[in-house]
């Protein structure tokens, strides 16, 4: 298929990968050769004349022949037609790449206009095609498509930040600015809409150019990520030669972007280089956790992303690789003594200060994990020697370079050692998660450590030591090692400034944050609790959160119903987007392995059923020893749940049509090939079971109809109802999932007005919040009475040596109730995990996995679901403030996220304040109503007006679009 270009200033055109020249000569040829076609038709119309006794055979033919010219003429109409189409379409590239100059939503608007011209021509095209065979002018007009693909893609990237338009929204803005309810058999082949799309990824990388000259490094890096998905996405497709002639140039393109473009303007940045290249590396490598910041600084250290070993076994499946942490830098000069050791969460570094018992020297050692120059660790060790009369001799010592492989990796050198000042290993898993899978590498660099560093009298000297890795998951095998080394060199000049840059980056992080007044331990636990999860993952690599966070291989670092159940609606509060690019988006780009995990049961069960353990690729690695891998199903109706919340608190609509809603549709297959008829079934009035699973009790194991599970799958289908609504599809069999909805068992004792575990249960010790759940978070609607026995039946039968988070249930449960003191009795318990110095969480009081963050983030929901009373509902969010005990005077729920705006919600014993601090134009107006003693009012929010309120009262914030 060949591609025809508007040429340069000086007339210049391509045909395929060939030059010519559009001079005047080649305009008078194009007239002669029109003026002889008309005089060779006029001659034919002559002879036709004059000729016809001939016969039936010579007018057949000269029919053909008219037809044949009618069908050259139609042709030669649609490339004059698209030749417009493809200039009116580099007219609005051009536009479009202004707007890092100019006002964007202008820019924007003007394009709009520009669109509606280039569609007037394309009705052309439709016009002629009208009662014709579509794919006889095909190629007439593939080249005009195709820069239309391109302008078009590029605008619907700029307006809807770095999203990849669709074919139907293609069709449909085409018939709204036509006025048309159809395009007749004028169609878009699938091959002109990639080729267009490859085409853009020329025109983003010239627009991370113009960005550059503006400092917007924040786009340069998401255009990066937008690039590399369309290639990747390439890599899926059967390619024609056309194709395949696109996907290489895409590549290069990605090259430029990601190396040429971004490295070589490294240098013409100034002050700003730093900024700049942060945002380039947050893509090219993954998540170092501040492991052994957060647990001792031990060896090894883990990678979000990096497991080995086989899904399948018995104790130990696929579970985070150990690797060599060249960090452990061990300060060994006899004299010195540790005075100081110190976690500062606010700007995410440790430290530690020895002093001389000889000598006046203090030598200071202090750790971070760069936040962002997320492939980096860093150490900044600094010796003051300012107050010594003589040299002092530092002795250091660090891990045994020459035995770095394990049974996990096998770590090979690849450039540096000894005598040098860098190191250079590649390491390997040794076993892949399934058979003949993926093998995955790391590359790391890193400042060898001297055994021992003189620092001259009456001066003070500090000696800087990093770490890079990359890994070949998200950079080929081709430029991963190159990276690692490229990002060493770049940075480590610079290390005396690093500091800065990531202090600045957290500080960003915290502006969204809860603040404490009065009660110093509950603070320190709510910002430990924060920091513990928010070290284990960035919202640029979708990753979930395991429970032991990505400071240990705690669980194997898998992710179970902790993330979604457990540590996400902290998240969603504070870091919507956060929540959204790691814990939902790695279910997302997992749903073929909980397709195949539906059918490996051969039941007849289909869609999405997700495991309920996941590492690497999204297949069950949960330990065959254990049987919840099989049986505790629920997981799949708390993905759907979460999938829900993020909805009901973001408004997302483009999210839920393109990425959320497929999979809430799975669910919800999932859970009506899963249920079966009860034995009390009849036609008029049929019942569903649930039967053979483990509930959230997991000391339950093949019970029927578990009450969690049950409600859980009735939100799950109820909620793909309402999604398919939204998104209107209408393949859906909407009347069987009603019934199933509506039919499903849930168990209920009306005698003793409680909900039973399961089918059966008869008081046994039951291992963790269960139950309790429905009335928090699920908010199943049952009465007062109802949710009050289930909260007093099961405290007494829980399990005191249970997980964490279980206290922090009963309390935000109580709180709801209006039983301050029920919820006292649990809030301690809820906390008393967090154990000291540094408020590290373990999974029971006694132990269990370090750093249990499940603990962490059932916590935080008792702080603000609890005594903030928040509750993310259909179409608003509510509040009920209550300060907890221990003497806390205020609370605050500072920079809180609700349909892309920003709230700070303030309350103490006197008053609650509510002020909106941010919103975008798609919600631009906010009601506040505020309940207090049956009486209701309300306020309409201005921007940074804050409206003060008595205490008692519960407020409910909603919107319009």
Not at 727 to 748: A, C, R
Request: proline share 4%.
């Amino acid at each position: 298929m060949k591609r025809f270009n508007e040429g340069n200033n000086n007339g210049e055109t391509s045909t395929g990968g060939q030059k010519f020249q559009r001079n005047d000569n080649h305009n008078r040829s194009n007239t002669n050769y029109q003026n002889n076609r008309d005089r060779d038709r006029d001659r034919d119309r002559d002879r036709d004349q004059v000729s016809e006794n001939d016969s039936e055979t010579i007018k057949l033919f000269r029919t053909y022949r008219d037809q044949l010219n009618e069908s050259n003429d139609k042709r030669e109409r649609i490339v004059k037609v698209s030749r417009d189409v493809t200039a009116s379409s580099k007219k609005i590239i051009s536009l479009l790449q202004r707007a890092p100059f100019e006002d964007k939503e202008s820019i924007l608007q003007q394009a709009v206009s520009e669109f509606d011209k280039v569609h007037q021509l394309i009705a052309q095209i439709i016009k002629e095609l009208e009662n014709d065979e579509f794919w006889k002018y095909h190629r007439s007009f593939s080249f005009g498509v195709q820069e239309y693909i391109e302008a078009i893609s590029f605008f619907y990237y700029l307006k809807f930040n770095g999203r990849l338009i669709t074919l139907d929204y293609i069709y449909t803005t085409m018939k709204e600015s036509l006025k048309v309810e159809t395009l007749n058999n004028f169609v878009i082949s699938n091959e002109d809409y990639l080729l267009g799309l490859a085409d853009l990824t020329g025109e983003l990388m010239r627009y991370t150019t113009n960005c550059v000259n503006v400092k917007d490094y924040n786009e340069c890096f998401r255009i990066n990520t937008f690039i590399r998905t369309i290639y990747n996405g390439f890599k899926f497709f059967h390619l024609t030669k056309d194709l395949q002639s696109k996907m290489n140039v895409t590549e290069q393109n990605l090259q430029k972007a990601e190396k040429n473009n971004l490295f070589i303007t490294i240098h013409k940045l100034s002050d700003e280089r730093i900024s700049w290249v942060d945002n380039f590396c947050k893509k090219q490598s993954f998540l170092f956790g501040a492991g052994g910041i957060l647990i001792g600084l031990g060896n090894p250290i883990f990678m979000a992303g990096v497991y080995s070993g086989s899904a399948t076994a018995l104790t130990t499946p696929s579970h985070r690789a150990a690797l060599p942490n060249f960090q452990q830098i061990t300060v060994a000069s006899k004299d010195l003594e540790l005075s100081y050791a110190g976690l500062d969460l606010q700007n995410a570094t440790y430290t530690r200060q020895y002093k001389s018992n000889v000598y006046s020297t203090t030598v200071n050692q202090l750790y971070y994990a760069h936040q962002l120059i997320r492939n980096a660790l860093i150490q900044e060790i600094t010796v003051d020697n300012s107050q010594s009369g003589g040299d002092y001799h530092l002795n250091l010592e660090t891990i045994d370079y020459s035995s770095l492989s394990n049974s996990d990796i096998n770590v090979v050198a690849n450039g540096g050692g000894p005598g040098q000042a860098v190191s250079q290993f590649i390491a390997n898993i040794t076993k892949p998660e399934l058979p003949n899978g993926y093998i995955t590498s790391v590359a790391m660099v890193t400042t060898n450590v001297p055994s021992e560093i003189t620092v001259p009298a009456n001066t003070v000297q500090t000696f800087y030591f990093m770490t890079v890795m990359t890994s070949n998951l998200e950079n080929d095998d081709n430029y991963f090692i190159e990276i690692a080394t490229d990002i060493y060199k770049n940075f480590y000049p610079m290390a005396s400034s690093l500091l800065q840059e990531h202090i600045a980056s957290w500080g960003n992080i915290w502006n969204s944050r809860v603040e404490i007044g009065g009660n110093l331990e509950l603070a320190q636990v709510v910002n430990s609790s924060f920091y513990y999860i928010y070290s284990s993952i960035r919202s640029d690599w979708a990753w979930s959160l395991s429970p032991g966070g990505l400071a240990s291989d705690g669980y194997h670092g898998h992710t179970f119903w902790d993330a979604e159940t457990w540590m996400y609606p902290p998240i969603l509060a504070l870091q919507p987007i956060l929540a959204k690019n790691t814990v939902l988006e790695y279910r997302m780009q997992r749903l073929n392995e909980s397709h195949l995990k539906a059918l490996s049961y051969d039941q007849g069960w289909t869609g999405y059923m997700f495991p309920w353990e996941s590492a690497f690729t999204g297949t069950e690695t949960c330990p065959t020893i254990a049987p919840t891998g099989l049986l505790e199903q629920h997981i799949t109706g708390d993905i759907s749940f979460a999938l829900r919340q993020y909805y009901y608190a973001s408004g997302d609509s483009l999210w839920l049509l393109e990425t959320g809603y497929p999979a809430i549709k799975g669910i919800a297959q999932f859970w009506a090939s899963r249920v079966v008829l009860s034995p009390q079934s009849t036609p008029s009035q049929p019942q569903y079971d649930i039967n053979v699973v483990i509930p959230p009790d997991e000391y339950a194991v093949g019970v029927n109809n578990s009450v969690y599970t049950n409600v859980i799958a009735k939100y799950a289908i109820e909620w793909a109802l309402e999604a398919a609504a939204i998104v209107q599809d209408k393949t859906i069999p909407t009347e069987l999932w009603q019934s199933i909805s509506d039919n499903l068992k849930i168990p209920f004792d009306a005698a003793t007005q409680m909900h039973p575990e399961y089918d059966g249960y008869a008081g046994q010790t039951i291992k963790q919040a269960d139950v309790i759940l429905l009335g928090y978070p699920l908010m199943f609607n049952m009465s007062e009475e109802v949710r009050r026995n289930d909260l007093e039946y099961y405290q007494k039968v829980t399990d005191p040596n249970g997980p964490a988070m279980t206290y922090s249930m009963f309390t935000v449960n109580w709180l709801e109730l209006g039983n301050q003191s029920k919820a006292e009795e649990s809030w301690a318990t809820s906390y008393a995990n967090a154990q000291m110095p540094f408020k590290v969480w373990t999974e029971t009081p006694t132990g269990g996995t370090v750093n249990f963050i499940t603990g962490a983030g059932g916590f935080l929901q008792g702080v603000i679901f609890g005594y903030g009373g928040m509750r993310i509902k259909q179409q608003e969010i509510t509040f009920n403030p209550q300060l907890p005990p221990g003497g806390t005077t205020s609370m605050k729920l500072k920079s809180l996220k609700y349909m892309e705006a920003e709230f700070d919600i303030y309350w103490d014993t006197q008053q609650i304040l509510v002020e909106l601090i941010n919103y975008s134009a798609n919600y631009p107006s906010f009601t506040l109503t505020v309940t207090n003693i049956n009486q209701q009012q309300q306020y309409q929010l201005q921007l940074n007006e804050p409206i003060t309120l008595g205490s008692g009262s519960t407020l409910s914030i909603s919107t319009t679009q």
